[in-house]
């Protein structure tokens, strides 16, 4: 098992910069990568960046490239979302997961979410 707890939403904003961690307990180790999803009202849950535990390799949506930056503290099991030049559209919940060496293609393990609200 794998617990995953984001911190560091809020309001902000348009042109403003935001930073989300999350924070992961239990059999971490096992974890191939960990990821940021998130969900505005009314719309689907979309793929927002990940990264590899082992080598640190990101993957980012195009929506977000060039504004957002995922990092990773493997000491500190932490992966972080650096959010800058913040658009209204970014506004939704926000959601860590994790997928498992087992299962490098499934993520298997999800946050509770945190809120980034950002204002024109």
């Known amino acids: 098992q794998v617990q995953l707890v984001e911190s560091g939403g809020g309001w902000m904003q348009a042109g403003g910069s935001l930073r989300l961690s999350c924070a992961a307990s239990?059999?971490?180790?096992?974890?191939?990568?960990l990821g940021w999803f998130r969900q505005a009202p009314g719309k689907e849950r979309e793929f927002v960046a990940a990264i590899r535990r082992s080598t640190g390799t990101t993957y980012n949506a195009d929506s977000v490239k060039g504004r957002f930056t995922i990092s990773r503290d493997n000491a500190k099991n932490t992966v972080y979302l650096q959010m800058n030049s913040l658009k209204p559209e970014d506004t939704a919940v926000y959601y860590c997961a994790a997928t498992l060496i087992a299962t490098p293609q499934t993520w298997d393990y999800w946050g509770q979410g945190t809120q980034v609200t950002v204002a024109s």
């Open positions: 239990g059999r971490t180790s096992s974890t191939y990568a």
